[in-house]
């Protein structure tokens, strides 16, 4: 264990100018300073320089000095270590950035359990300015993504900030949401600040075959028992399933042209119920599913080329139908067990 003393006059160093580096030297002295407010210490505001400044090199020393270091690109992982007078934080990307310095504040004793909360770290009675510290996590250089359900947007920030401190990575929106629709480019603008990825999607593969074709094509609805259903799924076989569900596809993805990824699965609890047609019957659940990804993907590659369809294949038989290249496999999904081993954590929000 280390220690941390609050009263100590840290200097935050920035190596390097990008946003990214500013915004995660403004958040660390925020709390440095709500821990300082909160034991009563009255101390001026954290110091915030560029290290390449002359004036550095006066804190390179002996003097307590926080060093930010943040590489090029996206990458998550992070590393930090903290002795006497210096503490590094070293980000792969400005998001490993971000997800090092919150690993450093929830290692003094910080915790954000839902939207606007915050635990304050316990003092020492002998000695509240000191905090004992755990080491560096630094285990997990993955994605973390988090799968948010309702519409209600005024509570939107509050879920990226939370997902910020909790070292979330890309927070996801279902298609029919409300923030993801209408408040689109205001959610882009709070995520980048961050970069947190935005993607969009969920159960919503069934969502592409709206349910006011029912009554007069039931034919591109899932056959159950000889009868045709429209809460489960849909016949991925029929020509004017195709039709359908090709074009409402292509409109989602031209009104979100700067959504990179796009998780499209079958109904909830349904994952391998499909259609038992007489067309159908020659292929297997997953190879129907496979059916509508392959079309959904084709419109994809049209529209955005670099960007990929997540699909949801819980079964460990190999299909026969290949995947279209930009096509990626979730075989653990949100609310699972061991979420955090596939990068998942799950939501609702109303």
Known sequence: ????????????????????????????????EILRADFRVEQRAILIIDSKDSSAINYMGQSPHIVLRAGDGKGTGF??????????????????LFNGIFDFLSALG??????????????????????????????????????????????????????????IDAMVFPLASKAFG?????????????????????????????????????EMFRMNEGKRDKKINFCPTAPETI?????????????????????L?????????????????????????????NVAADALHEIAPSAVISYCELSTEQPNIALRENVIKISRLPGAFEPEISGWFFADFK
């Open 1 to 32: 264990m280390v220690d941390f003393d609050i009263l100590k006059p840290w200097v935050i160093l920035m190596s390097g100018n990008s946003p990214s580096v500013k915004n995660a030297a403004r958040e660390l002295s925020t709390y440095i």
């Open 79 to 96: 590393t930090w270590h903290l002795d006497k007078f210096r503490l590094e934080i070293i980000g792969e990307g400005g998001r490993g």
């Open 110 to 167: 910080f915790r954000w359990r839902y939207p606007g909360s915050v635990d304050l770290p316990r003092r020492n009675s002998a000695a509240p300015h000191i905090l004992s510290i755990r080491e560096a996590e630094n285990a997990y250089s993955g994605q973390k993504r988090y799968l948010l359900f309702g519409n209600n947007q005024k509570k939107v920030e509050s879920w990226i900030l939370w997902a910020v401190r909790n070292r």
């Open 182 to 218: 209408v408040f689109f480019e205001k959610l882009i603008q709070k995520t980048e600040k961050y970069e947190i990825d935005v993607e969009a999607g969920g159960w919503e593969l069934p969502l592409l075959v709206p349910r006011k074709y029912f009554t007069f094509h039931k």
């Open 243 to 263: 039709r359908v569900f090709s074009q409402e596809a292509r409109e989602v993805f031209l009104a979100h042209p700067h959504t990179k990824v796009f998780h």
């Open 265 to 293: 699965w079958p109904t909830r609890g349904h994952e391998g119920e499909w259609c038992s047609c007489p067309t159908c019957r020659a292929f297997t659940a997953e190879e129907q599913n496979r059916i509508a990804i």
